[in-house]
């Protein structure tokens, strides 16, 4: 199990460009989220995925922000004519509906931190 | 907003327990207490969650009042790698729009040599 891994680890772009993250989740982990977190606040919820669904999305989740899951495994979070307002860390879990005990554990990858010039 | 309510700092001395305190008022009967931790510039760790029963795993012991309406994550023996920002989150059972975290602005948690 190597936990959830995203890439790129960090990201220097200039105003108007388009930058795209990728997110891997646990094998096997059925359900994909993206937050967003600014500095000295916690993470706040953008999209997830159930499988290649996407099922919900925040209204923090502009026009210009696309996020994919096309085999229902890796996922992609793409951000269009970027904003400064968008540099953050944006921050990828997984989580499987199919454990038993009760709950569902989300678990997080490092984050892609993201600077808007 | 966040269902919880911590306090913004707390210390601790290095090999001593790290009490750490949440009030959660408005839970309702499915929903879950989770706990995570950030260390500076990292993703979040999961620690544990807990529905109504005290809970233990390798890293904290958590534990949930009779009236569920607050809990305290334990460090048993602190060390300067815990510390960390500490989030208690309120969640429901069943994931999705009841499921996706909403973090606070949770507990610095600082371990002093």
């Known amino acids: 199990d190597t936990g959830v891994s995203q890439d790129p680890r960090h990201k220097i772009t200039k105003r108007g460009q388009n930058v795209t993250f990728r997110c891997d989740p646990i094998s096997e982990h059925n359900r994909l989220y993206w937050y967003r977190q600014t500095l000295g606040q916690g993470p706040e919820f953008l999209t997830y995925?159930?499988?290649?669904?996407?099922?919900?999305k925040s209204r923090l989740l502009s026009d210009r922000f696309s996020a994919e899951r096309p085999k229902g495994s890796f996922s992609t979070l793409e951000i269009q004519r970027t904003e400064q307002g968008d540099s953050a860390m944006y921050l990828c879990?997984?989580?499987?509906?199919?454990?038993?005990?009760?709950?569902?554990?989300?678990?997080f990858g490092p984050g892609t931190r993201l600077l808007v010039l | 907003d966040a269902k919880t309510t911590q306090p913004t700092s707390m210390d601790c001395a290095e090999g001593r327990a790290a009490n750490l305190p949440c009030n959660h008022s408005?839970?309702?009967?499915?929903?879950?207490v989770y706990w995570y931790r950030q260390i500076h510039s990292q993703g979040p760790q999961y620690i544990i969650h807990g529905l109504k029963n005290n809970e233990t795993n390798e890293m904290a012991s958590l534990i949930i009042t009779e009236d569920r309406k607050s809990s305290t994550l334990i460090l048993p023996h602190a060390t300067l790698r815990d510390t960390a920002v500490y989030y208690c989150?309120?969640?429901?059972?069943?994931?999705?729009?009841?499921?996706?975290?909403?973090f606070g602005k949770g507990t610095k948690l600082s371990v002093k040599p």
């Open positions: 408005t839970i309702s009967g499915n929903e879950y």
């Open positions: 989150i309120v969640r429901g059972f069943y994931g999705g729009s009841q499921g996706n975290l909403i």
């Open positions: 879990a997984s989580s499987s509906t199919m454990t038993s005990g009760g709950g569902e554990t989300q678990y």
């Open positions: 995925f159930q499988n290649e669904a996407q099922l919900e």
